[in-house]
Structure formats: C-alpha cells, structure tokens
T-cell receptor
Framework: DAGVIQSPRHEVTEMGQEVTLRCKPI?????LFWYRQTMMRGLELLIY????????DSGMPEDRFSAKMPNASFSTLKIQPSEPRDSAVYFC????????????FGQGTRLTVV | AQTVTQSQPEMSVQEAETVTLSCTYD???????LFWYKQPPSRQMILVIR??????QNATENRFSVNFQKAAKSFSLKISDSQLGDTAMYFC?????????FGSGTKLNVKP
C-alpha cells in the first residue's frame, strides 16, 4: 500500500482565496482524521470520520473550515476564505479499529496564506 | 478529559548513549492505547512504538523501549545506542474514544 496520500505538499495562496486540501486514506481503513500542526498549538484534531461519516468536528476552528468524505478513498478539507492565521501544516491520517489501531499519517500539506 | 503531557520541550544526547523521554497522560478509561511517534525534519509522522494498556509487559522495538506505569499514568520512551538519525520531534499519543490525543512534543538532538 502506498500509505496515506495528501496533495498538494505545499500550497501558497492569498488571503481571501479558497483552499482545498486532499487526502486518500489507506485502503480498508475506516477512520480518517484531519490534524493541524502549528508551533503554538502543536497537533490539533480538526475533525474525524468513521465509515465516511463525520463523527466529531468540534476541533474545526470556525465556519470557514469544512471537510467532506464522499467515499472511503477520498476526503477534502476546505478553507474559504483563507486567512494568514490558517498558515500551518495540515495532516491527514487514517486508522483501522480492527487492526493495529495506530494512525498512519500522510506527509502533510504546508499551507501558507499571504 | 483526555490529556497528554510532555514536560521536556527539548533534549540532547551524545551519539551511542541512552536517553529517556517522559510522558504522562490522564484518562478515566481502563482500556486504551499509547504511542510514540517520531517526526524528523521531513515532517513525516512515523510510528515508533505502541503499547496496549491491558498488557503489563513493556513494549520494545529494537533500540526503542517504553516504561509503562499504568497506575502512575506514565509512559516514557527509552532510546538506546542513540543514532544521528534519531534526531527528531517525538510525540506521545493516547488513543481513546476513537481519537488520538497528542502531547506537545519533545525535540531530541543527537550530537556526534
């Protein structure tokens, strides 16, 4: 398996623009997580899905953030409109409760909003 | 509430020596999982070692081992024979209620 795949690796955008981050989880995993990593706050859980259904989005900072998982092999995290304080590394991770439970992370998307 | 605390923001160790990274956590559950993840400068999060709370035996993976003290809610990571490639951020994580809770990380520098 290729692991969790995120795209793009880097994204630079102007304030006010829409940004879409993409994630392909490991096949067979039933949990998908979106994390944000900053120096100040560390790793923050934004939202997680189980079997494509959003279970807990209490970590989503505000209405500008939205996430979808239309099928088991694809998820998006959208920020609209983006702001400079959204600059961070965004990680997607997947796991399987039936297997080892560990979270497998993608390589992250470094987002810079100027 | 589920919390994970790493009290050492940064540590250094000489190559080939042993270092221990500390982690404490809080949960009211009796069954959970604990992990150590490594994040090198490439920023990829890599699993180092995992521990199931119902297992009393401490997990080991080659040069990496843990000291799991369930009553004290302590989960430290020992790295033996440190190598330059061990230089990274290390995160302690608690898995409970289908979510992962991460500590703030310890930056480990291995010096030649």
């Amino acid at each position: 398996d290729a692991g969790v795949i995120q795209s793009p690796r880097h994204e630079v955008t102007e304030m006010g623009q829409e940004v879409t981050l993409r994630c392909k989880p490991i096949s067979g995993h039933d949990y998908l997580f979106w994390y944000r990593q900053t120096m100040m706050r560390g790793l923050e859980l934004l939202i997680y899905f189980n079997n494509n259904v959003p279970i807990d989005d209490s970590g989503m900072p505000e209405d500008r953030f939205s996430a979808k998982m239309p099928n088991a092999s694809f998820s998006t995290l959208k920020i609209q409109p983006s702001e400079p304080r959204d600059s961070a590394v965004y990680f997607c991770a997947s796991s399987s409760r039936d297997k080892n439970t560990e979270a497998f992370f993608g390589q992250g998307t470094r987002l810079t909003v100027v | 509430a589920q919390t994970v605390t790493q009290s050492q923001p940064e540590m250094s160790v000489q190559e080939a020596e042993t270092v221990t990274l500390s982690c404490t956590y809080d949960t009211s559950e009796s069954n959970y999982y604990l992990f150590w993840y490594k994040q090198p400068p490439s920023r990829q999060m890599i699993l180092v070692i995992r521990q199931e709370a119902y297992k009393q035996q401490n997990a080991t993976e080659n040069r990496f081992s843990v000291n799991f003290q369930k009553a004290a809610k302590s989960f430290s990571l020992k790295i033996s024979d440190s190598q330059l490639g061990d230089t990274a951020m290390y995160f302690c994580a608690l898995y409970n209620f289908n979510k992962f809770y991460f500590g703030s990380g310890t930056k480990l520098n291995v010096k030649p």
